[in-house]
Nanobody, 118 residues
Framework: QVQLVESGGGLVQAGGSLRLSCVAS????????MGWYRQAPGKRREWVAHITPVGSTSYADSVKGRFTISRDNAEKTVYLQMNSLKSEDTAVYYC????????????WGQGTQVTVSS
């Protein structure tokens, strides 16, 4: 079973930056499309970005140009560099295996809280 541990969240002022990390185990990390998701208070969880095994990336319009996803296959870690943060980025951030999320079989870690003050 996949285990995911997210870290790096915190409280930051609008315009600031944070770098999130997610360490995965129990999966063939090198072969998986990995994604970041977020859930704001009172809202459904939404996709933020994903990265393929060879490094191709895709982003939600709301974060394009501000967030950068990357991965280290040797460390089984996926990162999310978040710049120019806005109050609307406030949410709990999660990582996961994208195909598992799409078929509704994903188990979720505890996430990491990002709070952006305006």
């Amino acid at each position: 079973q996949v285990q995911l541990v997210e870290s790096g969240g915190g409280l930051v002022q609008a315009g600031g930056s944070l770098r999130l990390s997610c360490v995965a185990s129990g999966t063939d990390f090198r072969m998986n499309v990995m994604g970041w998701y977020r859930q704001a208070p009172g809202k459904r969880r939404e996709w933020v970005a994903h990265i393929t095994p060879v490094g191709s990336t895709s982003y939600a319009d709301s974060v394009k140009g501000r967030f950068t996803i990357s991965r280290d296959n040797a460390e089984k870690t996926v990162y999310l560099q978040m710049n120019s943060l806005k109050s609307e980025d406030t949410a709990v951030y999660y990582c996961n295996v994208v195909p598992e999320v799409r078929i509704g079989r994903a188990s979720w870690g505890q996430g990491t809280q990002v709070t952006v003050s305006s």
